[in-house]
């Protein structure tokens, strides 16, 4: 396989959108990559703008030495009826899609074709996402390599076994909802104090991402910064109070394990 292998899309919704975006942005020329989505306007819109070639889903797999699967969960089974026959035995096939495990890729696109599941998020479209993924059987360390040079431009990459997917979609997949949530949550209590939704948005989001940036930049652990800016008998001790006291931990996990197990379901669907 080439050192920059050519890439075709199935499906350019967000994570498909961030992947093209990322991989024109490292080098790839349009020549090189090549998208297909059911909505021919949004195709347009991003051809202008990376340049990728399209053709009706019946060829895109054809001639390309990476295929990503970026469509949902449920359209997977017209999709398999399409590449039906359409696979080369050496083409590289990527899924990004939740749920969708490499044995159920694998009875039907063949045990033998590589095949690598990724679970990326909504931030890799700034260059600032994690992805994760594992390797199926057909896959080899080339394989793998490759997979992190086409999942960096998103941000950090990591590698996990099959059976920890599950518990990355709910976590990093899913965790940008959640983080969006707290930031909501954190304005309207702003709002309700009296300050106005302008300044309480911008006191919101510049604190998220500053502690992140903190957590990023050094070598202490959440808890340990969290200890640091706790002052015993203090204001962010009675807050902090109250989210322990209502089993803000808890809570947290509960819902942590709502979304494994709907992935676990979107897989079985």
């Known amino acids: ?51 990728f070639t399209s053709h009706k889903v019946e060829t895109t797999a054809l001639g390309y030495d990476v295929l990503v699967l970026a469509v949902k969960p449920k359209d997977f089974e017209g999709l398999y009826r399409v590449l039906e026959n359409q696979l080369n035995p050496n083409q590289l096939v990527v899924s990004i899609a939740a749920g969708k495990t490499l044995r159920d890729l694998a009875f039907h696109l063949g045990d033998r074709q590589p095949l690598i599941r990724v679970m990326p998020n909504t931030p890799g479209l700034i260059g600032q996402g994690v992805s994760a993924f594992c390797l199926g059987g057909g896959a080899t360390e080339d394989h793998a390599a490759l997979a992190e040079k086409i999942l960096r431009p998103l941000g950090k990459v990591l590698r996990v076994s099959e059976e920890d997917m599950d518990a990355v979609t709910a976590l990093s997949g899913s965790g940008p909802a959640y983080v969006f ?50 002052s015993p008998g203090g204001t962010t001790a009675a807050a902090l109070e109250v989210f322990e006291d209502a089993g803000f931990r808890a809570l947290v996990d509960k819902a942590l394990r709502a979304a494994k197990d709907r992935s676990i379901e979107l897989g079985k669907s």
Do not use: C
């Open 1 to 51: 396989m080439p050192s920059k292998p050519s890439i075709a899309f199935i499906g350019a919704g967000n994570m498909g959108e961030a992947m093209l975006r990322g991989l024109a942005s490292a080098g790839w020329s349009p020549d090189e990559l090549h998208a297909y989505d059911l909505r021919q306007d949004r195709l347009n819109q991003l051809a202008k703008i990376i340049g």
């Open 181 to 230: 949530l707290f930031m909501e949550a954190l304005q309207a209590a702003g709002v309700g104090l009296g300050l106005s939704p302008e300044a309480a948005f911008l006191l919101a989001s510049q604190t998220i991402t500053g502690a992140a940036a903190m957590i990023q930049a050094g070598d202490k652990s959440p808890a340990d910064l969290r200890v640091a800016v706790t």
